[in-house]
């Protein structure tokens, strides 16, 4: 009786087991995987952070089981177009020039833009710059002394003369004094080699690779750069408020706080003074001069003419004082008559 129970059991499980093999087979033959339709992603930022032409599409089919995929359009670069080709012909006795929108950095003009030059008292814009960085007491004072003095004929301190350290500033930025900037490095905290240093490590960290100082004033041809890093250079001082401002005075009167005389002092920028005639808003005028034997005529300067467009100008190495300044405008002027920017009417017609 067992052996029957026994046998009956066994061919009872068989039977069971071959139900279940059946069953799994046909589930399993009868899945259908639906295809996943491609998803439309967003551009990424670098894709769209990169300026190009527009471009037109035709219609994009969708794909079967999808949804159509989403086409961005890319905005054509915003910057300033030559309306018609024309080159400038005024007389240009500068070794190097460069002309730059100031919005976009977009060079509009150039003439031996990377040639290394001497700056000059250009090298006063990355004093001034790290002046600002330091923790400079503007109020307080110091005398004048003798190994300060190191202008050939400086009439606009004197030994002995007492200041505030803001008074030297103005003197050094708008009247270009050699003798201010050497009293406000003495009393930088920073001897003369470290801040020559921090005017060095500036340049680098504003991505100025072909600026070199020695030292802080520009009487050294050693304190080298280019046109373009120049223009650079002017634009990050002014993003001081500190610089701006100074560099639009055009007049200024040092005051020393232990004499009644004052001595008056007019920036070297004649541009700003109009003594070289322009019709330029003075207001948002401002640059920086520069001139030793080795460098000529140096000057930079950022000029705002019609509907608020901003430009810097370059000019070194001009064949005289007065030519810088005649040869800025000049230029200035002929940028603005044959360029046109996004706002400008007729810029959609201008060539790329």
Do not use: C
């Amino acid at each position: 009786m067992s052996e029957k129970i026994t046998n009956f059991l066994s061919s009872f499980g068989l039977m069971i087991t071959g139900v279940l093999i059946l069953f799994a087979g046909t589930v399993s033959g009868t899945i259908v995987r639906r295809p996943v339709a491609p998803v439309a992603r967003l551009p990424s930022v670098e894709s769209r952070s990169t300026p190009t032409v527009v471009a037109t599409h035709a219609p994009v089919p969708a794909p079967e089981g999808g949804d159509i995929p989403v086409v961005f359009p890319v905005s054509r670069p915003s910057v300033p177009l030559l309306k018609e080709a024309v080159e400038f012909g005024g007389p240009l006795t500068a070794a190097a020039v460069v002309v730059v929108d100031d919005d976009t950095n977009t060079v509009l003009y150039q003439k031996n833009v990377n040639a290394v030059r001497p700056l000059a008292s250009i090298t006063k814009l990355m004093s001034a710059l790290v002046l600002s960085d330091l923790p400079m007491r503007w109020a307080s004072t110091t005398m004048v002394a003798e190994d300060d003095l190191i202008d050939a004929s400086s009439h606009q301190v004197s030994a002995g003369e007492s200041y505030t350290l803001d008074n030297l500033w103005q003197v050094a930025l708008i009247g270009s004094s050699n003798s201010a900037i050497h009293a406000l490095v003495r009393m930088s905290g920073l001897s003369p080699e470290q801040f020559v240093r921090k005017m060095n490590d500036k340049a680098r960290s504003l991505g100025l690779a072909s600026l070199r100082f020695v030292e802080p004033t520009g009487l050294d041809d050693q304190n080298v750069g280019t046109a373009l890093d120049i223009a650079r250079l002017l634009k990050a001082a002014l993003k001081v408020d500190r610089i701006y401002r100074t560099l639009q005075t055009g007049e200024y009167y040092a005051t020393p706080l232990n004499k009644s005389t004052k001595h008056r002092v007019w920036t070297t920028n004649w541009l700003l003074t109009n003594w070289v005639p322009n019709r330029f808003d003075k207001d948002l005028l401002v640059g920086k001069t520069g001139y030793i034997a080795t460098s000529g005529y140096n000057f930079s300067v950022r000029i705002t003419g019609a509907r608020d467009h901003a430009i810097r100008v370059v000019v070194l190495g001009a064949a005289s004082n007065e030519a810088r300044f005649g040869e800025a405008k000049s230029l200035a002027e002929w940028a603005f008559g044959h360029y046109v920017w996004p706002d400008d009417a007729g810029y959609a017609l201008a060539a790329p």
